[in-house]
C-alpha cells in the first residue's frame, strides 16, 4: 500500500504537470523552508511546457486552463528571495524561446503578466539577476513580429502611448558590461525590423528619439577614450598598447555598425536622426576641429584618431545625406567648426544654433603661418587650357592653419604630415574614392573624382543626347559639372548653411573641379619625394594615384614627371649602394618579390590596409638613419625598405608614360659561367658548399680559430662565390687525399666586412650574419617579432694566420669575391635602373627567382 502511494509519477507527463501547478497554488508565502521547492517547479514547469509544445497540446491547454502565468506573478509578489526570481525570469526565457507555436505565444503576450514582469522592480544590484532579466527581454524581442508585437503596448486613437519592452530595453542600451549592451542592441533591433508604423512612430517621436542622440553620446565618449589609448602607445608603444587600441577599434567599429543596421531596417527618420546626431553631437564640434596640427585641449582628440574615425564613419554608416553633408564639410574653412568646438567643449550642441560667420578681421590679426597651406597647381602646358590657367594657379594664402580649407588640410598633411597623419589623410581620400553613396559630382567638386567616370558619364551623356558637344568628351576642360560645376555641392553648402549653422565663405569653393584635381595630383607626386615617409605608406599612395590616373589617361604635367624621375634618381644611386652592401646575395630576390607585391597593391580594387592602422605605429623609413654596426638585421630592414620605395617609383615611371606593369621586373639570367675562377677550381656543385661537402682546396689558407674558449681548431679558409651568391668556408683537410677537404663550417660571404686587427697583423675579423632575413622567413618571424631588433648583435670569426702574407691574402680573396658576387648583381638588375633604354615591358624576362635559389645553399633559399 505504501509503495502504491509513493509511487514515482513520469517525469514528462501530464500528471507531473498538474502535481507541480497544484502544489505551487498552495504556496501562499515564500520561505527559506519551501524555497528550494518553488524553484525546482518553477525549472519543471519550464521543462514540461516546452516538452508539450513539441509532443503533446494537452500540457499548455492545461497551463492556459489553470493561468500558470498568473501564478508565475503571484508567486513574484509574495517572494523576496533572489533565487525564486532568477530562476523566473530563466523560467520564462526557456518558455519564450522553445514555443514553437504560434498559438502558445499569442497566448503568453495577450495578458498583462508579461508587461508585469517586465516593469516589475527587480533588486539589480545582484549582478546575475540583470543578466537573466536582460536574457528574458531578449527572448520575447526574438518572438516579435507584427502580430505579436501588437498585444505587448498600448495604444490610443490607434497611436501607440506606452511600450514597456522598448522603455525598459533602452535603459541599459549603456551599461558598463558590453553583454548587457550586445544584448539591448539585438532587442531594438528586433523591434525595428517588425515594420509597425505605429510603434516606428513611437520609437522616433519625444522623448524616446532621445535614445538616438544617446547612443551618439555614448559613441563620442568612446572615441575620446580611444583617442587617450593611443595617445598613451605613442608615449608608450608595446604590444599591450596595440592590443588595447585595437579592442577599442572593435567596439567602436561594432556601434557603426549597429548604427547601419538600424538604418537598415527602414524607418522613416531614423536615417534623418542619426545622420544629424552624428553631425551635431560628434562630427562638426569634435572630429572636423581636431584636424590640426597644433595642440588640442582635453576635449579634442588627435587628427589622426579623427581622421580614422571619419574614415569608419563614412565606410560603415551608409548614409547619403551623411556623405555628402561630410564631403561638403571639407570645403569649410577649419575655423567654422573650430568655434563650434570652443563654443561647446563638452559636447552637446541642440538645434541648429551654430553662429560662427568667418571674420576677416580675426584670420589676419594671427600670426602663426602654416607653410603647407600653399598648394601650387601647374597646368601651362595642358593643351586647351584657358587663358586663365596659361601660368601657375596658385591657392596660396599667408593665413593661420584655421583659415584653410579642410580639404586643404587634408592635403597639407600629405604634403608635410609625418607617417600617421600622411596614412590617415590618404584614408579618408580612399574612403571617399569607395565610398558609394556619395554622388559622382562631390567627388568631381574635391578633385578625386577618377577619370573613367567621368568619360563613362560623359559617353553616357552623348549617347542619350544630353551633352551639347560630342568633342567635350575628349577636352582637357571636360568635367561632370561644367557650367555651374558646384550645383550639387551648392545644395549641401547650403544645408550646412541653414540646417546646422556652418557657413562656409571660403574662395575656393568656386574654384573650377580642375584646379582641385591637380591639387590632389601635386599633393601625391610631392608625396613619392618624401625620403622620411614609410615604403608601405608611399604604396597606399600609389593606389590612391592609381584610382585617379588609369592607364593611358595621365594627367601627368612636365612638372610632375621631373619630380617623379628626381626622386627615381635618387632612389637609384641609394639602391646602387645596396649593391655592395650586406644583403647583395638576397636582393634581386627582394626585388621580384616585392614587385609583384606592388603591383598587386596598387592595382587592387580597394587599399591593402583597413583605416584602423592608421592608429598604430608604423614602421619608420631608414633611409636617414645610422645603422648600428653591431647589426646586420637594421641593414636588411633598410635593404627591404628601399627596395619597396624603388620598386614603387619605377612602376609610377612606367605608369606614367601609359605603359602596362608586367608581372615581373626587368631583370637579366645568369651569364652562361655559373661560377666564379675559385667556385669553379675547388669542384663545387650548383647547390653551392654544404657542411661534409668535398672540395679541393685551391688557394685555401690554413687558420686557427677559436669556436670554444681554450678549444683552437685548424682549418683551411676559403671564400668562393656562385652568380649572386657566396660564401666563406672553413674546412678540414683529409689525411688521405692530398689537397682535399671536408667543409666543415659556411657563413654568407656578403657583409662579412673583413678586417685585419690594428694590433695583431696575423689575425682577420669578419662579421657574420644571418643567411636569411628573419622578418622574411615564416619560421623565424613570430620569434622576431618579439624580439628588439636593435639588440640583435652578428657573430664574429676571428682567424689567426701563420704569418701577415696569409692573413692578407685571405683578405684579398674575400673583397675580390665580393667584388664578383656584386659586379653580377649589379648586372642583372642593370635594365631595371636604366629606364631611359628602350627596354619591352611588356615581355620583360622572368625573374629568375628559381635560378638564384638554385645556386644558393638550402639555408640562404628564402
Not at 241 to 267: K, M, P, Q, R, W
Not at 520 to 540: G, H, K, M, P, Q
Request: charged share 25%; hydrophobic share 40%.
Amino acid at each position: 500500500m505504501w509503495f502504491s502511494f509513493w509511487r514515482s509519477r513520469d517525469r514528462f507527463s501530464l500528471d507531473e504537470l498538474r502535481h507541480l501547478t497544484y502544489q505551487l497554488m498552495k504556496i501562499q508565502i515564500v520561505n527559506e523552508v519551501n524555497k528550494d521547492f518553488v524553484v525546482e517547479a518553477l525549472r519543471s514547469i519550464a521543462e514540461l511546457i516546452t516538452y508539450g509544445d513539441q509532443h503533446d497540446p494537452a500540457f499548455f491547454e492545461f497551463f492556459m486552463e489553470k493561468q500558470v502565468m498568473g501564478e508565475f506573478v503571484r508567486i513574484l509578489k509574495i517572494s523576496r528571495s533572489v533565487t525564486v526570481s532568477l530562476q523566473l525570469l530563466q523560467t520564462m526565457s526557456i518558455m519564450i524561446q522553445n514555443l514553437k507555436s504560434e498559438h502558445a505565444i499569442y497566448y503568453m503576450f495577450s495578458n498583462e503578466h508579461i508587461n508585469y514582469l517586465i516593469t516589475y522592480t527587480f533588486d539589480f544590484r545582484n549582478e546575475e539577476l540583470l543578466s537573466y532579466y536582460i536574457s528574458f527581454l531578449r527572448a520575447i524581442s526574438g518572438k516579435l513580429n507584427k502580430n505579436t508585437i501588437s498585444l505587448l503596448v498600448k495604444t490610443r486613437n490607434d497611436e501607440v502611448v506606452s511600450f514597456p519592452l522598448y522603455v525598459e530595453a533602452i535603459r541599459y542600451a549603456f551599461h558598463e558590461e558590453n553583454m548587457v549592451r550586445t544584448a539591448i542592441r539585438a532587442l531594438t533591433l528586433n523591434v525595428y525590423h517588425v515594420g509597425d508604423e505605429s510603434v516606428n512612430r513611437y520609437v522616433t517621436t519625444t522623448p524616446h528619439a532621445a535614445f538616438f542622440s544617446n547612443l551618439v553620446t555614448f559613441f563620442r565618449k568612446q572615441c575620446i577614450n580611444l583617442n587617450g589609448l593611443v595617445s598613451d602607445a605613442s608615449k608608450n608603444p608595446g604590444p599591450e598598447s596595440t592590443s588595447s587600441i585595437l579592442v577599442a577599434v572593435d567596439e567602436i567599429e561594432d556601434n557603426l555598425y549597429y548604427f547601419s543596421d538600424v538604418i537598415s531596417a527602414g524607418i522613416p527618420d531614423v536615417g534623418r536622426l542619426i545622420t544629424d546626431n552624428i553631425l551635431q553631437h560628434l562630427i562638426f564640434p569634435l572630429l572636423l576641429p581636431s584636424l590640426r596640427m597644433e595642440a588640442v585641449n582635453e576635449m579634442q582628440i588627435s587628427a589622426v584618431t579623427s581622421l580614422y574615425l571619419l574614415c569608419c564613419i563614412l565606410r560603415i554608416v551608409k548614409i547619403k545625406d551623411l556623405a555628402n553633408t561630410v564631403a561638403a564639410s571639407l570645403f569649410c574653412p577649419l575655423e567654422a567648426f573650430i568655434k563650434i568646438s570652443e563654443t561647446k567643449l563638452n559636447g552637446y550642441i541642440s538645434g541648429h544654433g551654430f553662429t560662427h560667420e568667418r571674420e576677416q578681421s580675426d584670420s589676419d590679426n594671427l600670426d602663426t603661418k602654416v607653410e603647407s597651406g600653399s598648394l601650387r597647381v601647374t597646368t601651362s602646358n595642358l593643351p586647351g587650357s584657358s587663358q586663365s590657367h596659361q601660368e601657375d594657379v596658385a591657392l596660396q594664402r599667408s593665413c593661420s592653419g584655421a583659415s584653410l580649407a579642410l580639404r586643404e588640410v587634408l592635403l597639407s598633411y600629405v604634403n608635410n604630415g609625418d607617417d600617421m597623419l600622411v596614412l590617415g589623410s590618404l584614408s579618408v581620400i580612399a574612403t571617399l574614392l569607395q565610398t558609394k553613396e556619395l554622388d559622382e559630382s562631390m567627388l568631381d567638386a574635391l578633385g578625386i573624382l577618377p577619370q573613367r567616370k567621368q568619360h563613362k558619364k560623359l559617353l553616357l551623356q552623348s549617347l542619350v543626347g544630353e551633352g551639347s558637344d560630342e568633342e567635350q568628351l575628349f577636352s582637357p576642360e571636360s568635367s561632370l559639372i561644367r557650367d555651374g560645376f558646384n550645383s550639387e555641392l551648392d545644395s549641401y553648402l547650403l544645408k550646412l548653411k541653414e540646417q546646422y549653422g556652418v557657413l562656409c565663405s571660403c574662395p575656393e569653393v568656386a574654384a573650377s573641379p580642375r584646379v582641385h584635381r591637380f591639387q590632389v595630383l601635386d599633393a601625391l607626386v610631392n608625396l613619392f619625394c618624401r625620403s622620411n615617409i614609410s615604403a608601405e605608406t608611399l604604396w597606399d599612395g600609389g593606389w590612391a594615384l592609381r584610382q585617379l590616373l588609369p592607364y593611358n589617361e595621365s594627367e601627368f604635367n612636365s612638372n610632375h614627371l621631373e619630380l617623379l624621375k628626381d626622386s627615381y634618381r635618387n632612389c637609384i644611386g641609394t639602391l646602387l649602394r645596396e649593391v655592395k652592401g650586406f644583403w647583395l646575395d638576397l636582393l634581386i630576390t627582394v626585388l621580384c618579390d616585392e614587385w609583384r607585391k606592388c603591383k598587386r597593391a596598387i592595382e587592387a580594387s580597394s587599399p591593402r590596409r583597413e583605416p584602423k592602422y592608421v592608429l598604430l605605429p608604423l614602421q619608420k623609413s631608414s633611409f636617414e638613419e645610422v645603422i648600428p654596426v653591431e647589426s646586420s638585421i637594421v641593414a636588411g630592414e633598410r635593404m627591404c625598405e628601399l627596395v619597396k620605395v624603388f620598386v614603387l617609383l619605377h612602376q609610377l615611371q612606367i605608369f606614367s608614360l601609359g605603359r602596362a606593369l608586367p608581372d615581373q621586373p626587368p631583370i637579366l639570367p645568369p651569364i652562361d659561367v655559373p661560377q666564379s675562377f675559385r667556385a669553379k677550381a675547388a669542384g663545387l656543385g650548383i647547390l653551392g658548399p654544404k657542411p661534409g661537402t668535398e672540395l679541393r682546396l685551391v688557394d685555401a689558407v690554413p687558420c686557427r680559430i677559436s669556436f670554444e674558449r681554450g678549444k683552437e681548431r685548424h682549418f683551411r679558409f676559403l671564400a668562393v662565390s656562385m652568380e649572386t651568391s657566396g660564401w666563406v668556408l672553413l674546412a678540414e683537410e683529409l689525411p688521405l687525399k692530398q689537397h682535399y677537404g671536408v667543409v666543415r663550417v659556411t657563413a654568407p660571404l656578403a657583409g662579412s666586412n673583413p678586417k685585419i686587427d690594428d694590433k695583431h697583423a696575423r689575425w682577420l675579423h669578419l662579421r657574420i650574419r644571418p643567411s636569411t632575413l628573419p622578418f622574411w622567413d615564416s619560421d623565424k618571424r613570430t620569434t622576431y617579432a618579439k624580439v628588439n631588433k636593435k639588440a640583435l648583435v652578428d657573430g664574429r670569426w676571428t682567424l689567426a694566420f701563420s704569418d701577415e702574407y696569409s692573413c692578407k691574402s685571405a683578405l684579398s680573396m674575400i673583397l675580390e669575391e665580393i667584388n664578383l658576387q656584386s659586379n653580377e648583381v649589379e648586372r642583372r638588375i642593370r635594365p631595371l635602373l636604366d629606364l631611359e633604354r628602350e627596354v619591352n615591358f611588356s615581355s620583360p624576362s622572368p625573374c629568375p627567382l628559381e635560378a638564384s635559389s638554385s645556386s644558393t645553399t638550402p639555408s640562404n633559399s628564402l
